[in-house]
């Protein structure tokens, strides 16, 4: 982080609109007025506080000094029970080694948003939370005042009842809530007073104010990024550009070009402070004076007695009680449940608590209350709410490694590019090995294998580069090494344990068994059956808690039903066909649980666009407009033909912040695809950016259906690029109508801001179900008989079909026989399996449960054995397999077909 050597000089309206973190607010200025107004009642908080509980889940060191505690915050909401997680930093400042530090964006700027990790990273923190509440409709500079290094970076901005945390030079924390005061004085003895410091506009909710920047002064120093100074401000400034103390140039009705020189500043005026400007002259020395007032002590405060210092919002505790709301909490949805941030002290003020709770899968956020509650419970002193919602992210550097990580997962799908935060660091010298931790997976399953990783520490609990290899071992019997691979044997708790020198690790981890598993599905749609045919395959674990996982299939054992295939790395290759064979199977099994791909021959495929004779307009598009380049365009050359072309889509997302796209639009209607789409490929020559390749689909309705090509273009090279779609939702005639390049947060570490990736040959795939192949024949049965007919041609069963407790029970081999359908059985294992078109039905003898493609189920009764036949229940032939079943009371007959 950049340290400033020099001390940094650095309406009307009945209604004030900001843009907070994300969520527009139109609020009255009377209800902007700070304190006692929004108190919260002692009967609300105690009602939230008493069907509350905090319970803690676990703790780890990040570095010598820093702690990140774990919670479970859970209450009741009417009469729903919810819970939420949440996390603390505590920090202990009486640690020599640790302090706290404001953080922004390159440098140090403001003026400009950057994700919190990028932040941190950029300035060598070991930890981080969000801070500031911001504009997000400006540059994104806090709306408080930010001090790094003893030098205010941003003045606090003229709005009540916003508070801020504070460190002092002797390591104090504070937090309270402060105005600005300040003056220039000209070498003639004139003077004019300073409004504020590296502001982005905003509408004051002081009585009588206009806008911020209306007839006023203000200071911009070199930490200022914001393209403007600042954006929409409806002032035209006069600007003076200061070096050393003495006025360099004057421009009036304008702004100076120049950049600001790290020893100088700009005057910003408008309105009389314009006037005051132009009263100087080039050579003139100029003083500006300033100071932070206390509005608790009304007491001047000098920002150089601060190391550091990051304002919120609302005051939340004080004395360890819930406070009342220094100001509406309206702005920062104070009574939503969503993702919140908070920093607080203790009463001796030793530590520091940086608190977030998140809004993320189970977890259901907190209000401000409900916030209230969780920093009293973890005994914080004072306290001030942080900006929340899609804002709220905490980083942190695990124990042994080097670089920071999520602590938790963000609202939104990304993390959010706010003004500053608030960075841990730590300036302990090396020290010697202390221990070491291992990394690696949580979980595995059955006969999979992975490798882990050792990371050492030193007495300071901070990384420490080590030489030599470790001794592995399992310490029980859910696996085993060799080398350094542990594979997986036994369902259960895995140990394991490294060895190097003196010093040992230990770790555990599950291994998940076929039992804890409620389905195994493939999502690869339907394969084809012809020699040298490769179809992707893609497998989704469900646990009966509801986790997902997706397996590789690699470890997981495979048969091939109608044809000889391989799978590998994720794809089935057919081999060949057996003789007279139109319908085939691919069956995986993992333990107990096997689901299956079915094959047909009746595929179609055909071309959509080759690139070679493209007799429309390829089109670029672009969003952002603003701030996003792109380009679309037909390229010679890309593949190994000199003569082919290829589609080129190029992209640069340098510049703003957020979602980016460039499209390359495939003329005005789109390219027409076929009527029960299943899949399209595309060869795809890669730029290993990282960003993510989709497509859009448009139906009759003009709905836009989006495809997910490549999640993460992570390689470089021609690659094949295969997707399966779900037609069934799509109506009518279907165009592919654009594909594009998309970026989430072009500042994300190992995501290109700019590349381009080139597209040819795209395919799009039909495929016909895999239909029973004998589906004309008709069987017709007679209860306790062993006389039947197949197409009114009579037969003699091996076993009568019978009743058994009010259920009517079916011989299936016969039957699956004669409609063509395959059944095997498991005499080891006693289970019986009916593949029959695009299902597959696996039962085992005298139990309830079964299994119809890769998901379990439960029946009302169970097959059984009776004189060597399996006999099944009627209802799984007609409801789980699809045959017409009719029964004829009076003839006590079945006819199945």
């Known amino acids: 982080m950049r340290r400033y050597t020099i001390k940094q000089l650095i309406t009307k309206k009945k209604a004030v609109i900001l843009l907070l973190s994300g969520v527009l607010v139109v609020t009255p200025l009377q209800y902007l007025l700070p304190a006692s107004k929004y108190a919260v009642s002692d009967r609300a908080y105690a009602a939230t506080a008493a069907n509350s509980k905090l319970k803690a889940n676990g703790e780890s060191i990040i570095s010598s000094g820093v702690l990140r505690k774990d919670y479970t915050f859970s209450t009741t909401r009417g009469s729903k029970q919810v819970s939420t997680a949440v996390h603390v930093l505590e920090v202990d400042l009486s640690n020599p080694y640790i302090s706290l530090q404001a953080i922004s964006g390159k440098n140090g700027e403001v003026g400009t948003r950057t994700n919190t990790m990028t932040m941190a990273s950029n300035a060598g923190a070991i930890a981080a939370i969000n801070g500031d509440v911001f504009n997000m409709g400006r540059e994104g500079a806090p709306l408080g005042s930010q001090i790094s290094f003893g030098s205010l970076v941003v003045s606090p901005s003229l709005l009540k009842g916003m508070y801020a945390f504070g460190v002092s030079k002797d390591k104090k924390p504070t937090i309270d809530a402060y105005t600005f005061q300040g003056s220039v004085t000209a070498s003639n003895g004139s003077s004019f007073d300073l409004s504020g410091i590296n502001q982005s506009s905003y509408s004051s909710d002081v009585t009588g104010e206009a806008f911020s920047h209306y007839n006023r002064l203000f200071i911009y120093t070199s930490a200022w990024a914001g393209a403007e100074r600042p954006q929409s401000s409806g002032t035209t400034p006069t600007e003076v550009l200061v070096v050393d103390g003495v006025v360099q140039e004057i421009v009036n009705n304008g702004t100076v070009s120049k950049a600001i020189p790290e020893n100088g500043y700009i005057l910003r005026g408008h309105k009389d402070a314009a006037q005051f400007l132009l009263g100087l002259k080039v050579g003139d020395t100029i003083t500006a004076d300033y100071s932070l007032v206390s509005q608790t002590t009304k007491q001047k405060v000098d920002p150089a007695s601060f190391e550091m210092m990051v304002s919120g919002h609302t005051l939340l505790v004080e004395n360890g009680k819930a406070s009342s709301f220094s100001r509406d909490v309206t702005g920062v949805s104070g009574n939503s449940y969503t993702s919140r941030t908070a920093i607080g002290y203790s009463s001796d003020g030793k530590k520091v608590y940086m608190v977030t709770a998140e809004r993320a899968g189970s977890n259901t956020g907190l209000s401000l209350k409900e916030l209230q509650t969780v920093l009293v419970q973890l005994g914080v002193h004072k306290a001030v709410n942080l900006d929340g919602g899609g804002s709220t992210?905490?980083?942190?550097?695990?124990?042994?490694?080097?670089?920071?990580?999520?602590?938790?997962?963000?609202?939104?799908?990304?993390?959010?590019?706010?003004?500053?935060?608030?960075?841990?660091?730590?300036?302990?010298?090396?020290?010697?090995?202390?221990?070491?931790?291992?990394?690696?997976?949580?979980?595995?399953?059955?006969?999979?294998?992975a490798t882990f990783n050792l990371r050492a520490y030193d007495n300071y609990y901070n990384p420490i580069e080590v030489s030599g290899s470790p001794t592995w071992k399992s310490t029980n019997n859910a696996g085993s090494f060799s080398g350094d691979v542990f594979t997986a044997k036994a369902a259960g708790t895995a140990s394991i344990q490294a060895s190097l020198g003196s010093a040992n690790a230990t770790a555990t981890f599950e291994v998940i068994g076929s039992d804890q598993l409620k389905s195994l599905v493939s999502t690869s749609g339907v394969g084809s059956l012809s020699a040298g045919a490769k179809m992707p395959v893609s497998l989704k674990a469900t646990l009966k808690n509801g986790d997902q996982y997706t397996l590789n299939g690699n470890d997981l054992a495979w048969e091939f039903i109608g044809f000889s295939g391989t799978f590998k790395d994720g794809t089935i290759t057919v081999n060949s066909i057996n003789k007279g064979v139109t319908a085939g199977y691919a069956v995986v099994k993992y333990g107990d649980l096997s689901t299956m791909i079915p094959f047909t021959n009746e595929v179609s495929s055909s071309t959509v666009e080759n690139f070679d004779n493209v007799g429309y307009s390829i089109t670029s598009q672009v969003t952002p407009s603003g701030t996003t380049k792109g380009s679309a365009k037909l390229v010679a050359g890309a593949t190994s033909s000199s003569s082919d072309k290829a589609l080129q889509i190029g992209y640069d997302f340098t510049e703003g912040t957020g979602t980016k796209a460039s499209y390359a639009k495939l003329g005005e209607a789109g390219r027409t695809l076929m009527t029960g789409l299943s899949g399209l490929s595309l060869d795809v020559l890669g730029d290993g950016s990282n960003n993510w390749l989709r497509a859009e689909i448009v139906d009759a309705d003009n709905t836009i259906h989006y495809v997910d090509l490549a999640k993460s273009v992570n390689w470089t090279g021609w690659k094949n690029v295969k997707v399966d779609i779900d037609s069934s939702k799509m109506k009518g005639a279907l165009k592919l109508r654009r594909i594009y390049v998309v970026t989430l947060d072009s500042s994300k570490s190992g995501v290109a801001a700019s590349g381009q990736i080139t597209i040819d040959n795209i395919v799009q795939y039909a495929k016909q179900a895999n239909t029973s192949p004998s589906s004309s024949q008709v069987i017709k049965l007679i209860i306790n008989s062993k006389q039947a007919t197949v197409n009114n041609k009579a037969v003699t069963l091996e076993v009568a079909p019978t009743l058994k407790d009010g259920y009517t029970y079916l011989p299936i081999r016969f039957i699956a026989e004669q409609l063509g359908a395959n059944v095997k059985y498991n005499s080891k294992n006693q289970t019986v399996t009916v593949l029959s078109g695009n299902n597959m039905l696996e039962m085992k003898l005298n139990q309830k449960s079964y299994t119809l493609n890769g998901s379990r189920y439960e029946s009302e009764v169970a097959p059984f054995v009776q004189q060597g036949r399996t006999l099944i229940p009627v209802r799984l032939f007609s409801e789980k397999l699809g045959y017409k079943v009719t029964y004829k009371h009076s003839e006590r007959s079945i006819t199945i077909q």
């Open 393 to 449: 992210t905490m980083v942190e550097r695990k124990l042994g490694y080097s670089s920071l990580s999520l602590a938790h997962s963000t609202q939104e799908s990304s993390m959010r590019a706010v003004s500053n935060g608030i960075g841990v660091f730590t300036s302990a010298p090396q020290g010697k090995l202390h221990g070491f931790t291992i990394t690696g997976t949580q979980k595995m399953l059955v006969g999979q294998t």
